[in-house]
């Protein structure tokens, strides 16, 4: 059951749709008008629609200039070289090279098509020529209406950052555990790789949300997703500092350590943790200024990691901060109603 779902996530069931639909509607269309080589214009919308809004566009814009370019070469080339096979070749030789050259690459199936159709025309008339716009006109209108009806990933998002914090309250909690010595180093690495990937797969759609509507909610997205990724990795070279305890000498303020991190992760979510965090972190920074001097070397390394360890905590709090107050007002109200 597990393997049947992980291959249905992997098809895009909205692309399906709307290169399906699309491309039905355009040859219908063309069909319906009486214009010759109809299915070209299904051709069209199907290499057209893209992922998003965006990609579609600028697809569109790439295949018009191709395709206009396409046709004017071909007229030139079939009339006035009398084989057809050399001229064909000269045609491919130039469209594949400009193709390349100005990054049209994927129109390039397209406007061979279109150079087919003059191929097999004994007689370039302006109806025919005509008709050819109007497969282009007709593929490009339905593959840009068909931006309309992309799925819009912002609720998605909204339970992904739910998600994430979820993993990155757990990921805190497994770290105390770490420094109390009730698991180990492995233990926590489940958890680690499971919110990597939740926050690798939340940025995409993001983006992708981005290039769809491109309003401030996708941006608040992108620049929470971010933070939270720079806050994983702050956990990791936290995590990372305290394999290097010497066995048998005790991380100085360890209580204190582990009182931080599970107020931290209890209050992940807030809007405002990052004020009270300030404080017990000044607090835990204060008393290890008070240290006594280390006596032994054993000492002194745990010594040394904790201080690092308290400077990964000031910078995960703030990271928070400077991503809250970059929010407007609205994003404020709309985000956070503590």
Not at 16 to 23: D, E, M, N, Q, T
Not at 30 to 40: D, I, M, P, Q, T
Not at 136 to 157: E, Q, R
Not at 279 to 294: D, M, T, V
């Amino acid at each position: 059951m597990k393997n049947i779902k992980s291959v249905f996530k992997k098809i895009k069931f909205n692309k399906v749709i709307r290169i399906a639909l699309g491309s039905a509607i355009a040859f219908a269309i063309c069909h319906r008008l009486g214009l010759k080589n109809a299915s070209s214009s299904a051709v069209i919308v199907l290499l057209s629609i893209q992922d998003t809004g965006r990609d579609t566009f600028k697809e569109v814009i790439k295949r018009i200039f191709s395709y206009f370019f396409s046709m004017t070469t071909a007229i030139v080339l079939f009339t006035y070289l009398g084989s057809r096979f050399e001229a064909f070749f000269l045609f491919m030789l130039v469209l594949t090279a400009l193709t390349y050259l100005f990054g049209w690459s994927s129109t390039l199936s397209s406007s061979t098509v279109v150079a087919s159709h003059f191929l097999t025309e004994s007689n370039y008339g302006g109806d025919f020529v005509f008709s050819e716009i109007l497969l282009l006109a007709i593929g490009t209108v339905i593959a840009m209406i068909s931006n309309i009806f992309i799925y819009d990933d912002t609720k998605t998002i909204k339970k992904d950052i739910k998600g994430i914090d979820e993993g990155m309250k757990t990921l805190l909690k497994k770290l105390s555990l770490y420094i109390k010595g009730d698991i180990t180093s492995e233990d926590e690495q489940e958890e680690t790789d499971s919110l990597l990937t939740h926050i690798e797969n939340s940025r995409q759609k993001a983006i992708n949300s981005i290039k769809n509507v491109s309003d401030a909610s996708s941006h608040y997205y992108i620049d929470y997703v971010d933070m939270r990724e720079s806050q994983r990795k702050t956990i990791m070279r936290i995590k990372d500092d305290l394999v290097g305890l010497s066995e048998g000498t005790p991380l100085p303020l360890k209580e204190d350590v582990i009182s931080v991190i599970e107020d931290i992760a209890d209050t992940i979510d807030r809007r405002d943790s990052y004020l009270t965090r300030e404080h017990l972190i000044q607090a835990l920074r204060h008393s290890y200024n008070r240290l006594p001097i280390p006596q032994t070397k054993d000492e002194l390394e745990n010594t040394a990691i904790l201080r690092d360890v308290i400077s990964e905590l000031e910078f995960f709090v703030e990271l928070r901060e400077n991503f809250i107050k970059k929010l407007t007002e609205e994003q404020l109200k709309k985000y956070y109603t503590e």
